[in-house]
T-cell receptor
Framework: DAEITQSPRHKITETGRQVTLACHQT?????MFWYRQDLGHGLRLIHY???????NKGEVSDGYSVSRSNTEDLPLTLESAASSQTSVYFC?????????FGPGTRLTVT | QKEVEQNSGPLSVPEGAIASLNCTYS??????FFWYRQYSGKSPELIMF????GDKEDGRFTAQLNKASQYVSLLIRDSQPSDSATYLC????????????FGKGTRLHILP
């Protein structure tokens, strides 16, 4: 069955470190998204991609970057982790107007 | 004005009753509308989508869309304790397809 996986599921890191969260989908979807979810803010779009070599900034992109070298993967990099980036991160992909989410990564920046 | 607005709740509904969840959106050009269910500690799960004015039914769920009033609702009939979750309303904005904007969600609690 097609799916979206994220790794790691939990991560603790220190302020200032670079962190990469992986997202892999086997739906063969062109569209992929990264969200963060925080209490009181709901799901906020960080970056998104409509295909290989295409990346776009969402509403909360500062401090984050993505790259899309193939259809299946959209890794999210925190260049220099900050405590404000402690959150739950969800990757999603979409096709035929249906969007599916990965299981999430809980990131804690200390 | 927020792009997608929902009452945060919690909305408490007795088991077996109808739960009614509401959502308004600001962009008149929005074309597609979605309801996601999210259990605590889990990822959002798509349960309904609707594109046209009127009602769309799927089992115990009915989505209702009124584009003139910029209003979307989700009705859950015969509510069960397993329906207790946060329900996220989401909207496709005008322009590129598949960029979805989410509301903050409404917490629903079904009382046994």
């Amino acid at each position: 069955d097609a799916e979206i996986t994220q790794s790691p599921r939990h991560k603790i890191t220190e302020t200032g470190r670079q962190v990469t969260l992986a997202c892999h989908q086997t739906w063969n979807h062109n569209n992929m998204f990264w969200y963060r979810q925080d209490l009181g803010h709901g799901l906020r779009l960080i970056h998104y991609s409509y295909g290989v070599q295409d990346t776009n900034k969402g509403e909360v992109s500062d401090g984050y970057s993505v790259s899309r070298s193939n259809t299946e993967d959209l890794p999210l990099t925190l260049e220099s982790a900050a405590s404000s980036q402690t959150s739950v991160y969800f990757c999603a992909s979409s096709g035929n107007n249906e969007q599916y989410f990965g299981p999430g990564t809980r990131l804690t920046v200390t | 004005q927020k792009e997608v607005e929902q009452n945060s709740g919690p909305l408490s509904v007795p088991e077996g009753a109808i739960a009614s969840l509401n959502c308004t959106y600001s962009d008149r050009g929005s074309q597609s509308f979605f309801w996601y269910r999210q259990y605590s500690g889990k990822s959002p799960e798509l349960i309904m989508f609707i594109y046209s004015n009127g009602d769309k039914e799927d089992g115990r769920f009915t989505a209702q869309l009124n584009k003139a009033s910029q209003y979307v609702s989700l009705l859950i009939r015969d509510s069960q304790p397993s329906d207790s979750a946060t329900y996220l309303c989401a909207v496709n904005k005008r322009g590129r397809d598949d960029k979805i904007i989410f509301g903050k969600g409404t917490r629903l609690h079904i009382l046994p």
